[in-house]
């Protein structure tokens, strides 16, 4: 290309803007970026026509996509931080890890002994026992505490994040509370069970679904205690009474 036909203006900004659309680097950046090639070129300019000045510099740079694919890793490696970061945050991760390591070993040993007899956990997933079970505790927990000591307590379960003493004992009896509305509702589940049973005792082949649906829930109530309510409670009793002598006590605290 003759220098008289090569548009210095033009080519950086088809350079620039390859870099722009990307949305990656500020603007601040983008600038930066302008000037140093602008210098690197009426440096090479003693020496080189104007295209090849241009070709050179932008070459020691680093092409468009060179520069782009380092700020993406940048990037990249910067929302990681902010993700670690926010979860740090937000979540107490050793009382997380713990958590999942106890249902992945409890629910690894429940299904893998169903697996041994033959069955498999698609037969226990089932929404209708679910929402009697697990809906009926929520609708009594909202009945029986304010909503936002429900909401706090949850909150400081899926977290693990530090409390006051007054705030672990909350969640302590929302938790407790809630295993044992799991166990009404539950119940209620197998009532609408027999109940279903009874209406179909001329029609046999609808007996099974009935029984069904009242064994799933007593399933569901069962798991619901075993791995949300009771470690729950038990968990923020010992952060609320950490002495071994005071826990001993915490039960009639935290009915007071």
């Known amino acids: 290309m003759h220098k008289d036909s090569f548009d210095l203006e033009f080519s950086l900004s088809q350079f620039l803007n ?7 680097v500020s603007r601040q ?15 090479l300019q003693s020496h080189h026509e104007l295209p090849e000045a241009f070709n050179i510099a932008c070459t020691r740079f680093g092409s468009s996509e060179d520069i782009l694919s380092q700020y993406e890793t940048i990037f990249k490696n910067r929302r990681l931080a ?8 937000y979540f107490d991760g050793r009382f997380v890890m713990r958590i999942l390591t106890g249902v992945i070993l409890g629910l ?25 079970t697990v809906g ?16 706090r307590s949850f909150a400081i379960a899926m977290t693990g994040k530090p ?24 119940l209620v589940g197998v009532i609408v069970g027999i109940m279903h049973v009874t209406r179909n005792l001329v029609n046999p082949e609808q007996i099974g ?7 799933v829930c007593i399933f569901y109530t069962v798991m619901l205690k075993l791995f949300v309510c009771n470690p729950m409670h038990d968990s923020f009793v010992s952060k609320a009474y950490p002495s071994r002598e005071s826990r001993e006590v915490a039960p009639v605290h935290a009915k007071s």
Request: proline share 3%; no cysteine.
């Open 163 to 186: 409390a006051s003493r007054a705030e672990y004992i909350d969640a302590s009896r929302v938790f407790k509370s809630f295993g044992d509305f799991a166990v009404l509702s539950g």
């Open 209 to 215: 679904p009935g029984v069904y649906v009242g064994l």
């Open 82 to 89: 902010q993700l670690k970061n926010f979860l740090s945050y």
């Open 136 to 151: 009926g505790a929520l609708a009594g927990l909202i009945i029986a505490y304010p909503t936002q000591h429900v909401f």
């Open 108 to 132: 690894g040993f429940i299904f893998g002994g169903m697996a041994i007899e033959g069955g498999n956990a698609h037969s226990v997933m089932r929404l209708t026992p679910f929402l009697i």
């Open 18 to 24: 390859k870099i722009a659309d990307k949305k990656l």
């Open 29 to 43: 950046r983008l600038e930066e970026i302008e000037s140093h090639l602008r210098d690197e070129i009426d440096d």
